[in-house]
């Protein structure tokens, strides 16, 4: 093997370890833990962390490129610091399909849990 095509093979291994890495740190999957004894709301990466109460939380859906997802925040600063508890979801057929499911199946038995009045689809 040449050293201009070591060099690029290590290149290439570098690029990789490092998207790697960003994948490993910044895009583990975070689980949002809805605790009804405390009426609490914690957000667990490697510890949980309280983020909010029940009666402090508002749901929206965040807009960008697109594409649209579900949001959690405080009521009064919910476009400030917000939570993302949703993929991305488009306008395709698939998608929606996914979308109503998750609305079904996750969003609608946590707004009853924690309170907030719902209009679930049928």
């Known amino acids: 093997m040449s050293l201009n095509t070591f060099q690029i093979a290590v290149g290439l291994w570098g690029v990789y370890m490092i998207y790697f890495l960003f994948d490993l740190i910044f895009r583990i999957p975070v689980t949002y833990i809805f605790d009804k004894s405390q009426k609490c ?4 990466l490697y510890f949980s962390r309280k983020i909010m109460n029940f009666d402090e939380m508002t749901y929206f859906i965040h807009e960008e490129w697109g ?5 959690i925040g405080k009521k009064r600063n919910q476009f400030v610091k917000n ?3 949703s993929n991305y979801f488009s306008g395709s057929k698939a998608s929606n399909r996914r979308e109503d499911e998750y609305i079904e199946k996750v969003l609608c038995p946590v707004l009853q849990a924690v309170g907030i009045p719902v209009n679930q689809p049928k």
């Open 41 to 44: 709301i914690y957000k667990k």
């Open 67 to 71: 594409t649209y997802y579900f949001s």
């Open 83 to 85: 939570y993302r508890i």
